[in-house]
Nanobody
Framework: QVQLVESGGGLVQAGDSLRLSCAAS????????VGWFRQAPGKDREFVAA????????DYAISVKGRFTISRDNAKITVFLQMNSLKPEDTAVYYC???????????????????WGQGTQVTVSS
């Protein structure tokens, strides 16, 4: 059974850092790209960052580039999202998602991703 479980969310102040984790099980993790998406109240789900199955290619939304870093440890079957210099506008539920893609630049489209976690809340106070 495929499962993605996010953790690491919380309440922080502007300028602080958080590291989200996405633990996977039930599929050949190293063949799957993993993306992070977020959804704020009243807004559409938006792309944040993604990484190929091999870890060789990453992509970021312009709003987080330079502040967030996505990485993966295939031995630990986990993807991380290091979030630095957090802003109140980063407040959202953060989801990780996966689809088969070992090496090609990962998609920014949520519809491309087959598997989703349940989400973790990130709240940044000003």
């Amino acid at each position: 059974q495929v499962q993605l479980v996010e953790s690491g969310g919380g309440l922080v102040q502007a300028g602080d850092s958080l590291r989200l984790s996405c633990a996977a099980s039930g599929f050949t993790f190293s063949n799957y790209a993993v993306g992070w998406f977020r959804q704020a109240p009243g807004k559409d789900r938006e792309f944040v960052a993604a990484i190929t199955g091999s870890g060789g290619t990453t992509d970021y939304a312009i709003s987080v580039k330079g502040r967030f870093t996505i990485s993966r440890d295939n031995a630990k079957i986990t993807v991380f999202l290091q979030m630095n210099s957090l802003k109140p506008e980063d407040t959202a539920v953060y989801y990780c998602a996966a689809y088969w893609n070992p090496t090609i630049t990962p998609s920014r489209r949520a519809a491309a991703y087959n598997y989703w976690g349940q989400g973790t809340q990130v709240t940044v106070s000003s």
